[in-house]
């Protein structure tokens, strides 16, 4: 989500150099040249103050193709399930939150990485679960569709993590700033596309 707004950034913060480190591994801020993390979790990290951006609600997409199949939420037996093996949250605690039986889906593919998901929702070859920063920009431009009103909260949220014991720079802030602001321009197009559904 961020990356492809980032020419927002550099247009509002010509003479900010950012360094992006997509990385799985807790940067120590306390130590290190990082200014700011994005963390997905819950919140708690040691030394690190934590504000929280967004709660991650996840839902199923698919391409419309696959959509038009799917009247019920039972039909969703008749498609091949996309996962995300590293996904903190799985198609079970959906069902749950959807108050249904959980069905079988027909054998699909299995990724280490949302965005190879996404990729494959897209081209049609099943149904993910997909959250709001990731598919936002495919299901506005109709790429995806989420053919069942029902999210689950997944009990995480994105967090903009600083160092407690630095004192925030005037590049920190305005970086915090910017993407709250790209954070709630997200939420409300998602927001226009429920009320559109």
């Known amino acids: 989500m961020a990356a492809a707004r980032l020419s927002?950034?550099?247009?509002?913060?010509?003479?900010v150099l950012l360094r992006i480190d997509a990385s799985v591994r807790i940067a120590d801020l306390d130590h290190s040249d990082i200014d700011i993390a994005i963390r997905l979790g819950d919140g708690k990290w040691p030394g690190g103050r934590a504000e929280l951006l967004l709660a991650q609600e996840v839902f199923p997409v698919c391409a419309p193709v696959i959509a038009e199949k799917l009247r019920s939420i039972d039909d969703l037996a008749l498609t091949c399930a996309i996962t995300d093996e590293r996904a903190m949250i799985n198609w079970e605690?959906?069902?749950e939150a959807a108050g249904v039986k959980?069905?079988?889906?027909?054998?699909?593919?299995r990724?280490?990485?949302?965005m190879l998901c996404l990729e494959s929702a897209i081209a049609g070859h099943g149904v993910m679960l997909g959250w709001q920063l990731l598919t936002a920009d495919a299901l506005a431009d109709g790429r995806l569709v989420a053919p069942f009103g029902v999210r689950a909260q997944s009990g995480l949220g994105y967090w903009l993590v600083t160092s407690t014991t630095n004192n925030e720079s005037r590049k920190v802030r305005d970086f915090k700033a910017w993407i709250r602001e790209e954070i709630e321009a997200t939420v409300a197009r998602f927001g226009a596309l429920d009320s559109a559904a």
């Open 8 to 15: 927002r950034h550099f247009a509002r913060y010509p003479n």
């Open 93 to 95: 605690s959906w069902f």
């Open 102 to 109: 959980p069905v079988t889906f027909l054998k699909g593919a």
């Open 111 to 114: 990724f280490t990485d949302p």
